[in-house]
């Protein structure tokens, strides 16, 4: 059933960004969240493959406290799956507080479609490939 | 004879001294000069005794400076006596004493006359019973108003005073008994004549102690301020120093004649002659000259300043809050008033280490900058020292001999310059002041001036300091404000990018889609709301979120509604006590700050435990109780990590309880926090309430 579908959960607090991801990303079965509990609950509810996540959520919206909140609780609820940090601080620091609690990938903002495209794809495959080998 | 001599001339030297002294007051009041005349003639009297004694003759004089000297004593016990019953307010008494006065000094002319019409040797003069009783009348009169100055002394002041009156007393009753024995025998004892001399030596002392006790003898409204020049000191204690050697130098001239045998002469020659040159190097050191004068000023001398009413007027001069003079300029003239300098300037260090003029008080404005590796920064820094550009003119050994120091040629240009003054803050030179010259205080420069500048020079370095730093977090506060703005700018402006670059991606494949150009709609009406929020920001209009008053317990419901479709457990439980209050604040930011501290709850307690949220009133607050059955936080924790941000037992950076207790006291709220390990936490929320305050506003306005 939805195990063989691509999934991708994005996490953003701007409703514009998530409308027009969602079409950009038509071959998708697309899930959209725009806070912490709403992005859990959404998680737990569909298993996506791969997640964007938007680091500046809020309450913390100038931040990135929560979305590392939200990374922490993701990976340590589905190891396997692969998340996008897409931030608009390209401070290293974050990139690699990202990679160390398990990031795929760091995509500094602004965002290109046909950029994040390939980093979504390439996570996707990545993910296959981990089940596989399972 | 030799003991008459000896007796008298030092009595005479003594009185002579007292009497000095106190002429070189300051504050000559009445009887202060009547006790210095006292004291002169009793010397005067001495004086010439002793000259009789060696020399005889002089006898009219003797007699009537004994009788002048027994009139200035007089004298200055009435005056004494007057002020005395002024402050007891027996004014009555007042037209006895000038009687007394009068009646006394006719006794002394009458005296006089006796003495003109007898001729002979001065002790027949006095051997005559007449002249004899009318001394003894005199003495008695000293003592009796000696007594009742005594007895009209207030109790306060007799500690200081009885020693003027022991003194004086004493003196009379001596003469009491010197003339009352010679009128007994018919003879004057020869033993007690020549002790009287030391008698009157011996008073000299207990006047002095007196003195000292009260410097400011406030009986009645004058009193007696005894004011010892420095330097009549200084030449006394130089000459007491020679006289001192003076004898050294006899005695030892002595011994070497005695026991030098043929060398004898030539010995003490010698002796002599090198001891009088060492003298003359002694006295002309004026190294020597001038620590000795310092030992005086410091050890024997009240201070210059008040030092209490400096210190007051420096903090008042820092303090005060005038816009039309600056701190520097005040700065400057905290010092400059101390020694009533005209004008001065201030340099301060810069972050390029070199010290630049800051500030011009009453100064022409110099421009002369200096390095702090020169020798003057130096100096100033290691030696900490107030220079005296006129000293270091005449005598730069003063401060040669410390360290290096050359004076910079801009300073030295500078001629109404006069001290250099650093302002150290800690062991470091904050900057420095160039005082001008000082029309008063400029020859009585001396230690007391130094370290009372170089005190201030400190306290005014850590206002200034103080200051620049308070000025410094402004700044750091504002530019941080900038930082976040553009911060805020940055972000929003890449979501924008990214949201139309992205509606322009999608345009090729969607673009005949109505559903797709529906959305696109939307997601640029969406930046064009971006785009105004962001330029009233920008324009600053709305710093922050928005306030809006509304119903907590609706929003309660609706956070833990929230909260309980989760998935965690336990779910929290509502128990709304009142009905409807309002509270002024932003909807989704207290919302969001409540889901915080409710999911804490949540993954601090067990899943089979208990949350319940509490909504009640208290004092014109919403009192919210979050309690839990949680595992609980001990009171270590609370105090040192709690309230701290980015601080979380979770590992994570979720927006901690510093930020919600932030929020919560921007509203004009609190939380607090009671908690035991083991057992749970309440977290309790006290926001302020909007109803009442509506409510008597619109009833004040409808009536």
């Not at chain 2, 050294?248 to 001891?275: C, H, N, P």
Request: one cysteine or more; aromatic letters at 10%.
């Amino acid at each position: 059933m939805i195990e063989t579908s691509k999934r991708l959960l994005i996490i953003d607090d701007d409703a514009g960004i998530r409308s027009q991801l969602k079409w950009g990303f038509d071959d998708f079965d697309v899930y959209t969240a725009d806070n912490r509990a709403n992005a859990i609950s959404q998680f737990k509810q569909y298993h996506p493959s791969v997640v964007t996540l938007d680091l500046g959520l809020p309450p913390d919206e100038e931040g990135e406290s929560e979305g590392f909140a939200i990374l922490y609780q993701l990976i340590s609820l589905a190891p396997e799956t692969k998340i996008i940090i897409v931030s608009g601080s390209e401070s290293p620091i974050n990139a690699d507080k990202a990679a160390s609690l398990g990031a795929f990938h760091y995509y500094p903002k602004p965002i290109n479609l046909e950029q994040l495209k390939q980093i979504v794809e390439k996570a996707y495959q990545a993910y296959l490939m981990a089940k596989c080998k399972k | 004879m030799i003991i008459e001599v000896l007796s008298f001339a030092v009595a005479s030297v003594l009185f002579c001294l007292l009497g000095l002294v106190l002429f070189t007051g300051q504050r000559n009041n009445l009887p202060k000069r009547m006790l210095a005349i006292s004291a002169l003639a009793s010397a005067a009297w001495a004086g010439s005794v002793t000259y009789q004694a060696i020399y005889g003759g002089l006898i009219s004089l003797t007699l009537s400076l004994e009788l002048l000297r027994s009139l200035a004593w007089f004298a200055f016990l009435l005056v004494m006596l007057r002020t005395a019953y002024n402050s007891t307010d027996n004014v009555s008494k007042r037209f006895r004493i000038t009687f007394a006065g009068v009646s006394l000094f006719i006794i002394g002319l009458i005296m006089l006359a006796i003495y003109r019409l007898s001729g002979g040797s001065f002790f027949e003069v006095i051997a005559g019973n007449d002249v004899l009783a009318g001394y003894l009348l005199i003495s008695v009169g000293g003592l009796v108003i000696t007594e009742q100055l005594y007895r009209n002394t207030p109790e306060d002041h007799r500690w200081a005073l009885k020693y003027f009156w022991l003194a004086i007393g004493s003196m009379f009753a001596y003469d009491f008994y010197l003339y009352s024995d010679a009128l007994l025998f018919q003879r004057i004892d020869n033993e007690l004549w020549n002790a009287r001399g030391f008698i009157h030596a011996m008073v000299v002392p207990l006047i002095g102690v007196a003195i000292k006790r009260e410097m400011q003898w406030s009986l009645g409204k004058s009193s007696i301020d005894v004011f010892i020049s420095r330097r009549i000191v200084f030449h006394t204690t130089t000459l007491l120093a020679i006289g001192i050697y003076m004898i050294l130098i006899g005695f030892g001239g002595y011994y070497v004649r005695e026991y030098g045998g043929d060398w004898g002469e030539i010995a003490q020659a010698t002796f002599m002659f090198g001891a009088v040159v060492t003298l003359f190097v002694l006295i002309f050191s004026g190294k020597l000259r001038s620590r000795v004068k310092v030992l005086i000023d410091k050890h024997f001398f009240h201070y210059k300043y008040d030092y209490r009413e400096e210190w007051l007027r420096i903090i008042r001069t820092l303090s005060v809050n005038s816009d039309s003079e600056r701190l520097h300029e005040r700065a400057i003239r905290s010092l400059a008033q101390i020694i009533d300098s005209p004008g001065g300037v201030l340099w301060l260090k810069r972050e390029t280490g070199r010290y630049e003029p800051e500030s011009w008080w009453n100064m022409d404005s110099i421009k002369s900058r200096e390095n702090e590796d020169s020798s003057f920064i130096r100096f100033l820094e290691e030696q900490q020292f107030v220079i005296n550009l006129d000293e270091f003119r005449t005598d730069p050994e003063v401060y040669t001999r410390l360290a290096i120091l050359e004076i910079p040629d801009w300073l030295k240009v500078i001629k109404k310059a006069w001290l250099v003054i650093p302002l150290m803050l800690k062991d470091e030179l904050h900057g420095f002041v160039v005082l001008a010259h000082s029309p008063s205080h400029h020859r009585y420069f001396n230690w007391e001036d130094t370290d009372l500048l170089k005190t201030v020079g400190r306290q005014v370095a850590s206002h200034i300091a103080q200051n620049s730093s308070a000025r410094a977090l402004i700044n750091a506060r504002r530019f941080e404000e900038i930082n976040r703005l553009s911060a805020f700018i940055v972000h929003d402006l890449k979501n924008m990018i990214g949201q139309l670059s992205l509606v322009v991606s999608n345009a090729a494949k969607h673009k005949n889609n109505p559903l797709f150009i529906e959305d696109a709609v939307t997601t640029v009406e969406n930046s064009v709301q971006k785009m105004n929020k962001l330029l009233s920001r920008v324009k600053g209009e709305v710093p922050g979120d928005s306030l809006v008053s509304f119903d907590f317990c609706s929003l309660l419901e609706d956070v833990v509604r929230a909260r309980s479709k989760a998935g965690i457990l336990p779910i929290p439980v509502l128990k709304c006590r009142v009905g409807p209050i309002n509270i002024s604040a932003d909807n989704d930011r207290m919302a969001a700050n409540l889901g915080h501290i409710l999911e804490n709850a949540q993954d601090a307690t067990n899943e089979d435990g208990h949350i319940t949220v509490t909504l009640d009133t208290r004092d014109g607050f919403a009192v919210l109780e979050i309690e839990d059955t949680g595992c609980g936080m001990d009171e270590k924790f609370i105090k040192e990590r709690l309230f701290q941000p980015f601080e979380s037992t979770k590992g994570t950076m979720g927006i901690g309880v510093f930020q919600v207790r932030e929020y919560v006291q921007k509203l004009g709220g609190e939380l607090e926090v009671e908690s035991e390990p083991g057992k749970g936490t309440i977290f309790r929320m006290l926001i302020p309430l909007l109803s009442d305050s509506n409510v008597t506003q619109s009833t004040m306005s409808s009536a």
